[in-house]
């Protein structure tokens, strides 16, 4: 959610600020602007409700050209989606800032600056940012003191990049909580919240930590730590292609992301594997010495991820013998657990950039966790550099706000933690050699499932005109479920929910009609005669069933039950990751056969870095 973009150049940074703002849309946003410092040495400002492209024609009426400037697309926290409350925020045409984040003491700090005679033109907390630093330059006269005066008041979290009338030669940003980034050209430089924006103009990155204050200049970016002292930060060359962002021969990227997902848990396996085993250290060089210690497994997350680690619990309780407890980043950092002796503690995020998660592992630092372990997508990423052991999923740019490669890929490295702890706890070479076959089949096995599309393409025609849908699951494919309906409900906008499946008669039981389609996803596992059971049920009330099934479970076409059919011997293992594909299909399709805005669903961001 919400994206900065800064350039500083000897060229017109205009296309390079828009272009960086194309490339951040997929984060969730309900407006844009973009504010650069003229030759006139004025500030001069254009902002848009709604996408980019309104920015973009705004800008081809009035032109914007300078040499140093900020942009943004923001997703509303304080006041309406409006121009007025658009970013760039400014204070007396002297300064322009953008922000990311969330200021938390806004009203103490607002109420202050009316008594001091300022005025407000938005509903913004970013605006009172803009004022404190306009303020702290009638006292310093420079940008980068200012910025180091004002960020000393703000309680919350927030990315900033700021220019300023009277301090033309730099861009000066900041980081509490939210991601910065800063870019290295030749002869220019720039900032944003996320690598993406600035592939097309730069390879070379370096990562602001937290409290870091930087000031950005053509030749170089200065960065200072949370006391003020002079930091270095390394500069990465990031491995990303310019293209990967691009959609290609598909119509939206959620799409290319969905038929990704063969390569994408290929590569996320590729080299952990060897000699029919875990390499353990692919973890980290310390791994196998916490592995054999842990004897507790706490998973935290958010959303999707969340649904991962619900998957692993399954896994890690059957192979490894030891508790999992899993549970939502927002609610764990609000109470005080108990932590058992030698528990780990992991988090998973697909950007390494969600506050609740983050939130939560800072918060775990001092309970005594045995070790934290990260899962992640972005390498860059606070998540990773906070954390003790690191497995990165090598999902690629995932674009589309409903997570798909981001999940399955988590799914596989859950299991090489799940495999690696349970060689510690004496699982025998033989069963972990069978199910690294298993893994290593996966990426085949995913293949032939993508070529479902087309019957599944004509399966959602069937949930056009529904208004609620029910997902069923029993075991380990319970979590599978949550996620379909997860997914039909974010791109759709159909009301969908998940339950296990024996919990019907408890509740779910009422709603079924025929008007409220039953999805069910059908392994040929231990608990089949129970779930075959539960669709009885569905059926005896007139409910209209969609099974997806392993051929041999016995479950036959007829007068309201839809059976797709999947390959047959799916192992267990591979399971979860099997069934979550043609869930991901039908949501698909079923989008955009409703015509709704799949890569980007209203009044969602990809990246929720706001708490």
Known sequence: MCGIVGAIAERNVVPILLEGLRRLEYRGYDSAGIAVLTDKGGIERNRAEGKVQRLVDSLERQPLNGLSGVAHTRWATHGVPSERNAHPQMSRDRVALVHNGIIENFETLREELIGRGHSFESETDTEIVAHLIGEAMDETGNLLEAVKNTVGRLQGAYALAVIAKDDPDCIVAARQGCPVVAGIGIGECFVASDVSALLPVTR??????????????????????????????????SELAADAMERGQYRHYMEKEIHEQPRAVAET??????????????????????????????????????????????????????????????????????????????TISQSGETLDTL??????????????????????????????????TRAGPEIGVASTKAFTTQLAALNLLVLSLARCRGMHEDKERELVTELKALPALLEEILQMNDAIETLAERFVDKEHALFLGRGIQYPIAMEGALKLKEISYIHAEAYPAGELKHGPLALVDADMPVVTVAPNNELLEKLKGNLQEV???????????????????????????????????????????????LSYHVAVQKGTDVDQPRNLAKSVTVE
């Open 359 to 392: 939130e939560a592992l800072r918060a775990a630092r001092g309970m005594g966790y045995l070790a934290v372990l990260g899962i992640c997508n972005a390498p860059e990423s606070a998540l990773v550099r906070e954390s003790d052991l690191v497995l990165m």
């Open 539 to 585: 059926r005896a009330r007139g409910g209209e069933l969609i099974v997806f099934a392993d051929p041999d479970v016995g479950i036959e076409p007829a007068d309201g039950i839809f059976v797709m059919e999947m390959p047959r011997h799916i192992g267990a293992f591979q399971a979860p990751i099997a069934f979550t594909l043609p869930l991901q299909l």
């Open 204 to 237: 070379r990155f370096l990562f602001l930590e937290e409290g870091d204050v930087a000031c950005v200049t053509r030749l170089g970016v200065d960065v200072y730590d949370a006391t003020g002292k002079p930091a270095r930060r390394p500069i990465k060359e």
């Open 269 to 346: 396996l590729e080299e952990r594997l060897g000699g029919g085993r875990v390499l353990a250290q692919a973890f980290g060089p310390e791994s196998g010495a916490i592995f054999a210690r842990t004897r507790v497994v706490q998973i935290v997350a958010c959303g999707t991820s969340y649904h991962a680690g619900l998957v692993a619990r399954y896994l890690i309780e059957s192979l490894c013998g030891i508790p999992c407890m899993v549970e939502i980043a927002s609610e764990y950092r609000y109470r005080q657990p108990v932590v058992p002796e030698d528990t780990l503690y992991v």
